[in-house]
């Protein structure tokens, strides 16, 4: 079934420096894939949608100049959190999903900036 | 309004016993749906979509989708305490594909010995 791999599963920061989370289909090619933030006991919310060779479709509210996203292949996102600060912290999920397959997530990421 | 709502609970439910959670939804053209379970610091697990009227059966877990009434509905018959976790409905997609969904805010149930 599809895989989608996450990494690093969980990382710590200084406030100011920038984070890179990579998000990978292992087993199927991907041009959408999503990326989710969560807060503790708070639904998933949906920050972007990552499209393979074109720009990232921000939500309402999602900075982007903040929340870097870049979709370069068939299998592979990534989302740089730049300038990162305490509020940053959260648990960030991406998930794709395989043609006429449903969505799959990644392990997720924990981010904590100090 | 939120286009997918979920009473965010707890449920709490006796070992063995039928736990029932339930979804509704705003978009009267929506296609299909997807439970999500989802266990506390780990990311959503998908267990079960539904993408026509009636029941879908798959172990111990039956989805049930009325999308004149639009709900969805997720049964888990004979309870077990690893059931326990946090359930998310999610929709409306389009049938079988990876596209953009809307997340409820989730069902915590809870299993009890």
């Known amino acids: 079934g599809a895989v989608v791999s996450q990494h690093p599963s969980w990382v710590i920061c200084k406030s100011g420096t920038s984070v890179k989370i990579e998000c990978r289909s292992l087993?199927?090619?991907?041009?959408?894939m999503f990326w989710y933030r969560q807060f503790p006991k708070q639904s998933l919310m949906l920050m972007a949608t990552?499209?393979?060779?074109?720009?990232?479709?921000?939500e309402q509210g999602v900075e982007k100049d903040k929340f870097l996203i870049n979709h370069a292949s068939l299998t592979l996102s990534t989302l740089t959190v730049t300038s990162a600060h305490p509020e940053d912290s959260s648990f960030y999920i991406c998930?794709?999903?395989?043609?006429?397959?449903?969505?799959?997530f990644g392990n997720g990421t924990r981010l904590t900036v100090t | 309004q939120k286009e997918v709502e979920q009473n965010s609970g707890p449920l709490s439910v006796p070992e063995g016993a039928i736990a029932s959670l339930n979804c509704t939804y705003s978009d009267r053209v929506s296609q299909s749906f997807f439970w999500y379970r989802q266990y506390s610091g780990k990311s959503p697990e998908l267990i079960m979509s539904i993408y026509s009227n009636g029941d879908k059966e798959d172990g111990r877990f039956t989805a049930q989708l009325n999308k004149a009434s639009q709900y969805v509905s997720l049964l888990i018959r004979d309870s077990q305490p690893s059931d326990s976790a946090t359930y998310l409905c999610a929709g409306p997609g389009n049938t079988g594909t990876a596209s953009k969904l809307t997340f409820g805010t989730g069902t915590r149930l809870q299993v009890t010995l």
């Open positions: 990552s499209n393979e060779g074109s720009k990232a479709t921000y």
């Open positions: 087993d199927f090619q991907a041009t959408t």
């Open positions: 998930s794709a999903g395989a043609t006429n397959s449903p969505l799959h």
